[in-house]
């Protein structure tokens, strides 16, 4: 099986930075997309930043210019650098990941279990 998980998240005041990083681990045979979602109370999980096996990266457009995601695909992690914080950003942040298992020819959608993010003076 897989496991990812999240690490980084705090309590951090508006304009702060944080880096949020997400291992994966377990027999990946091959990553085809990672991705960064976040969700507030209230409101629906959404795509903050995803970034392909190519390494072709979207931003939400909330965070275009602010956040910047990244891979380091020999040790199977992910991060987001969050710079510019503003307390809108308030939310879980959730790591997903696509990607096919080892002996398999499916790919499956795993996610992490969340860190929180909270920008608040």
């Known amino acids: 099986q897989v496991q990812l998980v999240e690490s980084g998240g705090g309590l951090v005041q508006p304009g702060g930075s944080l880096r949020l990083s997400c291992a994966a681990s377990g027999s990946i045979a091959f990553i085809y997309n990672m991705g960064w979602y976040r969700q507030a109370p209230g409101n629906q999980r959404e795509l903050v930043a995803g970034i392909t096996s190519g390494g072709i990266t979207n931003y939400a457009h909330s965070v275009e210019g602010r956040f910047t995601i990244s891979v380091d695909n020999a040790k199977n992690m992910m991060y987001l650098q969050m710079n510019s914080l503003k307390p809108e950003d308030t939310a879980v942040y959730f790591c997903?990941?696509?990607?096919?298992?080892?002996?398999?020819?499916?790919?499956?959608?795993?996610w992490g279990q969340g860190t929180q993010v909270t920008v608040s003076s």
């Open positions: 997903n990941s696509d990607l096919r298992l080892s002996g398999s020819l499916r790919r499956v959608d795993y």
